[in-house]
DNA sequence: GAAGTACGAGAAATCGATTTCGTCAAGAGT
DNA sequence: ACTCTTGACGAAATCGATTTCTCGTACTTC
């Protein structure tokens, strides 16, 4: 058919009517059974479909949501955004999905982009501390964080126990007989980074450790920094014999060099916080704390989506509890 | 400072200039280097940012580029979502990610609104062979299909050689000394799911293979599909000794299912279709065709910004050459 | 010195849908 | 019988930026 573009204009011409007859039938406003019929007619024959763009300059509103992530080949942000999505779509809006690559700079790009597109609302995953929401919040769109706060006490929050999530990967570890327990975390600007590290620190305490920094070294949460981490601890002269490992991939490159001399994670007990889906890390007998990825993605969106409903009330914060799959094997 | 919008009027008023000064500031266009000066400067004191909605409708152009998935949480499309996103980031375009869930409907919609919105182009990696893109080729939009091709001679394409990978992926296997070699494929309406079936045919039979299809099984690209398979195969009366799995997923799956049954890939040969991020496919012992995923996004990302840019020759196919590994361990 | 050429810039039209404002007519109320 | 609602719907304003269209001034070129 038409290769051309079919306005609201030629629509009402065919039926008779005026443009804005054919717009309140498009948007269910009163209009009567005849005039409604014949514009569903003339918009069917003409495979009319609305502009969005127009539209959404009349209404300085649009039904789409940004997901602003950090990394889209971490598998714990698909899943995020998976929650995210089934939540929103279900609502009747669409997602966007931002790739920042943990720079602050993208990240504001597509903070403007958000802002000028009149998106219905932001959810970020925060790439450092850094992250600048005010102008979100100074022109009212509705936002939440998600995984990491933002130390505003304006602003929604999704995040995990991760203190607690700390603690027990640590003790899972002590109670599997280990003794010299080391910790991995994350950059030490990053909030989740602190507080795993803390309830490790705790455990560690308990359990008659130093407290000292010999046994902990702060990564970058990718591949290469946990492998390089895990060396560095093989290579001192008293070495650890167990690990807690702040996240998912850090772990798959801590365990690339427990392999290269030789140990497994039977005889190197670790613990990580965060799946990888088809790592098998439990079936290689790595004590998992399970982040809830998909949980957190549509805690956040029900948030958002309350915001866009009109909520007005005071930010709140959620805290979703780690499950413990540490006892399994 | 200011919460709320500001205008191209207000930045002209404050600059004492007309609007359309401002805008060919904006722009680019000509003007002398007094106003220049003027505009910019109460730009900045406004800080303003210029509504890419208004000047979306007017221009009917946009510099975003859609690219659908059918599954965000596939390793295999998060790579090429990355390799999409370089080209095109450094092209001057946003890129926004849509994940379908192989839903023909979502997939649909997707595409109305990437027309809607007058987004510069599409990248589709098809759901299924009903994949519909003739409203954007009847509206001249730029597409270009990824990973499955469309069956379309007048719509750009990327594929990879997926026949001559299934191909020495068999024979791989043939040559490590297996002799009963079995494939699990994708469905068998998925144009990438026969190609690579072809191929390991042709390795069957020249092995003498019976060209028989009991060592064939159709299953859906996932990874429990894979081990339903696997499971099947296994219990045959005449049991193979190897399989090539045609998809990473796939691969997970029937992984589990031998383990289930206490074999390892060492002793039951598998090759695979495409790599497992963090699965460690290789340090198992599994033979990887590697897919260049994110080069499959790099080159989809050139040939839309090619036809963007107004190249309007005939379509093009480029096949990439799946690297083969699989001499490895 | 007259005619021709550029160039900077303002006024106004434009993109396509939504929404306000009024008008007109039919039914309700007194 | 007359005013008051109420409902459907067209004309026109609106959203904010871009893009003609036009005009006045300055600079060439014979």
Same mark, same amino acid.
């Given at each position: 058919?038409?290769?051309?573009?079919?306005?609201?204009?030629?629509?009402?011409?065919?039926a008779?009517?005026?443009?804005?007859?054919?717009s309140?039938?498009?948007?269910?406003?009163?209009?009567?059974?005849?005039?409604?019929r014949?514009?569903?007619?003339?918009?069917?024959?003409?495979a009319?479909?609305?502009?969005?763009?127009?539209?959404?300059?009349?209404?300085?509103?649009?039904?789409?949501?940004?997901?602003?992530?950090?990394?889209?080949?971490?598998p714990f942000?698909?899943?995020?955004?998976?929650?995210?999505?089934?939540r929103?779509?279900?609502?009747?809006?669409s997602?966007v999905?931002?790739?920042?690559?943990?720079?602050?700079?993208?990240?504001?790009?597509?903070?403007?982009?958000?802002?000028?597109?009149?998106?219905?609302?932001?959810?970020?995953a925060?790439?450092?501390?850094?992250?600048?929401?005010?102008?979100?919040?100074?022109?009212?769109?509705?936002?939440?964080?998600?995984?990491? /706060?933002?130390? %505003?006490?304006?602003?929604?929050? @999704?995040?995990?126990?991760? *203190?607690?999530? +700390?603690?027990?990967? &640590?003790?899972?570890?002590?109670?599997?007989?280990?003794?010299?327990v080391?910790?991995?975390?994350?950059?030490?600007?990053?909030?989740?980074?602190?507080?795993?590290?803390?309830g490790?620190?705790?455990?560690e305490?308990?359990?008659?450790g130093?407290?000292?920094?010999?046994?902990?070294?702060?990564?970058?949460?990718?591949v290469?920094?946990g492998?390089?981490?895990?060396?560095?601890?093989?290579?001192?002269?008293?070495?650890?014999?167990?690990?807690?490992?702040?996240?998912?991939?850090?772990?798959?490159?801590a365990?690339?060099?427990?392999?290269?001399?030789?140990l497994?994670?039977?005889r190197?007990?670790?613990?990580?916080?965060?799946?990888?889906?088809?790592? /098998?890390?439990? %079936?290689?007998?790595?004590?998992? @704390?399970?982040?809830?990825a *998909?949980?957190? +993605?549509e805690?956040a &969106?029900?948030?958002?989506?309350?915001r866009?409903?009109?909520?007005d009330?005071?930010?709140?914060?959620?805290?979703?509890?780690?499950?413990?799959?540490?006892?399994?094997?």
């Open positions: 058919m038409a290769g051309a573009k079919v306005t609201i204009y030629q629509v009402a011409a065919r008779g009517v005026s443009p804005a007859t054919v309140r039938v498009l948007n269910g406003a009163r209009v009567s059974e005849e005039s409604e014949l514009v569903r007619a003339a918009a069917e024959e003409l009319f479909t609305p502009d969005r763009t127009a539209r959404r300059l009349r209404r300085q509103y649009s039904e789409v949501i940004a997901l602003i992530i950090p990394d889209i080949e971490n942000f698909t899943a995020l955004a998976r929650g995210v999505e089934n929103a779509s279900a609502a009747g809006y997602v999905l931002c790739n920042t690559d943990d720079d602050p700079a993208r990240e504001s790009t597509y903070i403007d982009i958000a802002l000028a597109d009149h998106m219905a609302g932001v959810i970020l925060p790439a450092d501390e850094a992250s600048d929401v005010s102008r979100l919040v100074a022109r009212k769109r509705p936002v939440v964080a998600v995984d990491r /706060s933002l130390n %505003r006490d304006d602003v929604d929050a @999704v995040t995990v126990d991760n *203190r607690a999530g +700390g603690l027990s990967a &640590a003790r899972s570890l002590y109670a599997a007989g280990f003794t010299r080391a910790c991995i975390t994350g950059p030490s600007t990053v909030e989740t980074a602190q507080l795993r590290m803390e490790w620190r705790q455990a305490r308990r359990h008659g130093a407290g000292g920094d010999e046994l902990l070294r702060y990564a970058d949460y990718r290469d920094g492998r390089a981490a895990m060396a560095e601890l093989l290579a001192l002269p008293e070495p650890p014999d167990a690990a807690v490992v702040a996240n998912n991939l850090m772990a798959a490159g365990l690339d060099a427990l392999y290269d001399v030789g497994t994670p039977a190197f007990g670790l613990a990580v916080f965060g799946d990888l889906p088809h790592a /098998s890390f439990s %079936r290689q007998g790595i004590r998992v @704390v399970d982040l809830p *998909r949980e957190l +993605g805690a &969106a029900n948030l958002l989506l309350d866009i409903a009109g909520d009330g005071p930010a709140r914060t959620v805290v979703l509890h780690t499950d413990r799959r540490l006892e399994s094997r």
